[in-house]
C-alpha cells in the first residue's frame, strides 16, 4: 500500500495568513493526489482533485500543486471558515490511503 | 437535494454483526461507484470498501476482508455496509462517499454523508 505523509500534523495560522500543508507519498503517485477538508460534526469535503484541480464550487483561495511524490495544499489567505483538518488522498492505486491529517487552529 | 443518508450504526459486543445503510437522494445514483471510509476515535480517515455501478465488483480494505460485505441496490438508491465478526478496532465513524471520475481517470470522494457511528465493546 502507498503510505501518505502529511507535515506539519498542526500549525497555528491567522486570519488573512497564507498556510501550505504538505503532504508526501511513498512512491511516485504522478499527480493523483486529493485534498479534503474535514470540520467537527460535518461530512468531509472533497476541495481539490488530480493535485491541483479546484472543485467547483470551492474558493480560489485553495490551491493545489506537485506531482510525483511531494504534494502543497495552500491557503493564499485564511478565512474564519477555513479552521478544519485537512487530508491528502492517492488515488493513483489500490487500496486509496489518505494522509494523517494536518489541523490548521487559530 | 443531493446529498447521503447513512443509519444503522449502534452498540455492538465484539463478534456482532451490523449491517449500515446509505440512502442517496438529488442524482443519478446508478453511474456512481460508491465506497465507505471510516475513522476511528482520535485517528485520521481510512478507505473500507467501494463497489461499481452495477454492484458486479466490490473491493476491500485488508483488515476487513471476509468480514465486511458492501452491496447496493440500484431500484432503492441505496448502499450498504454488512459487518461480521465486528472487532474492537472496528469502532469509528463510517462515512457514505460517491467516488466521481474527472478526465477518465481521476478519481475522488466527492460526496460524503454525515457518518454513522459504530461502537464495538463489551
Known amino acids: 500500500d502507498i503510505q501518505m505523509t502529511q507535515s506539519p500534523s498542526s500549525l497555528s495560522a491567522s486570519l488573512g495568513d497564507k498556510v501550505t500543508i504538505n503532504c508526501r507519498a511513498s512512491q511516485s503517485i504522478g499527480n493523483y493526489l486529493n485534498w479534503y477538508q474535514m470540520k467537527l460534526g460535518k461530512a468531509p469535503k472533497l476541495l481539490i482533485y488530480a493535485a491541483s484541480s479546484l472543485l467547483s464550487g470551492v474558493p480560489s483561495r485553495f490551491s493545489g500543486s506537485g506531482s510525483g511524490t511531494d504534494f502543497t495544499l495552500t491557503i493564499s489567505s485564511l478565512q474564519p471558515e477555513d479552521f478544519a483538518v485537512y487530508y491528502c488522498q492517492q488515488s493513483s492505486s489500490s487500496p486509496p490511503t489518505f494522509g494523517g491529517g494536518t489541523k490548521v487552529e487559530t | 437535494e443531493v446529498q447521503l443518508v447513512e443509519s444503522g450504526g449502534g452498540l455492538v459486543q465484539p463478534g456482532g454483526s451490523l449491517r449500515l445503510s446509505c440512502t442517496a437522494s438529488?442524482?443519478?445514483?446508478?453511474?456512481?461507484?460508491m465506497s465507505w471510509v471510516r475513522q476511528a476515535p482520535g485517528k485520521g480517515l481510512e478507505w473500507v470498501a467501494n463497489?461499481?455501478?452495477?454492484?458486479?465488483?466490490?473491493y476491500y480494505v485488508d483488515s476487513v476482508k471476509g468480514r465486511f460485505t458492501i452491496s447496493r441496490d440500484n431500484a432503492k438508491n441505496s448502499v450498504y455496509l454488512q459487518m461480521n465478526s465486528l472487532r474492537v478496532d472496528d469502532t469509528a465513524v463510517y462515512y457514505c462517499?460517491?467516488?466521481?471520475?474527472?478526465?477518465?481517470?481521476?478519481?475522488?470522494?466527492?460526496?460524503w454523508g454525515q457518518g454513522t457511528t459504530v461502537t464495538v465493546s463489551s
Open positions: 462517499t460517491r467516488v466521481d471520475l474527472w478526465f477518465g481517470t481521476y478519481d475522488g470522494f466527492d460526496l
Open positions: 438529488g442524482f443519478f445514483f446508478k453511474v456512481y461507484k
Open positions: 463497489i461499481k455501478q452495477e454492484g458486479s465488483e466490490m
